[in-house]
Nanobody
Framework: QVRLVESGGGLVQAGGSLRLACAASGIKLDVMGWYRQVPGKQREVVATVTSGGSTNYADSMKGRFTISRDGAKNTVYLQINSLKPEDTAVYYC?????????WGQGTQVTVSS
């Protein structure tokens, strides 16, 4: 059974930074990553990283978002810099084993102007 536990969300002023963390229990996963969702909108991908360390970012997320992975801790991180009010969303940890997806419970990030 795979369990994903996110941490690091919160309230931050515009221009600030946050680092989200997602710890996975269970076996090593092929892909880990982050999505985000604003109420009333579809969940969108932020970034993913493979077990080999290859990263992929949504075009709109390049520059201020950095994803990283600690294989020993089975944890994926998302560093967000220069936060903007439009970054306000619930951020979900995502993981994939072969073709099966797993989701965390989500962590709220709120950016005040």
């Amino acid at each position: 059974q795979v369990r994903l536990v996110e941490s690091g969300g919160g309230l931050v002023q515009a221009g600030g930074s946050l680092r989200l963390a997602c710890a996975a229990s269970g076996i090593k996963l092929d892909v880990m990553g982050w999505y985000r969702q604003v109420p009333g909108k579809q969940r969108e991908v932020v970034a993913t990283v493979t077990s080999g360390g290859s990263t992929n970012y949504a075009d709109s997320m390049k520059g201020r978002f950095t994803i990283s992975r600690d294989g020993a801790k089975n944890t994926v991180y998302l560093q967000i810099n220069s936060l903007k009010p439009e970054d306000t969303a619930v951020y979900y940890c995502y993981a994939q084993l072969v073709t099966r997806p797993y989701w965390g419970q989500g962590t709220q990030v709120t950016v005040s102007s």
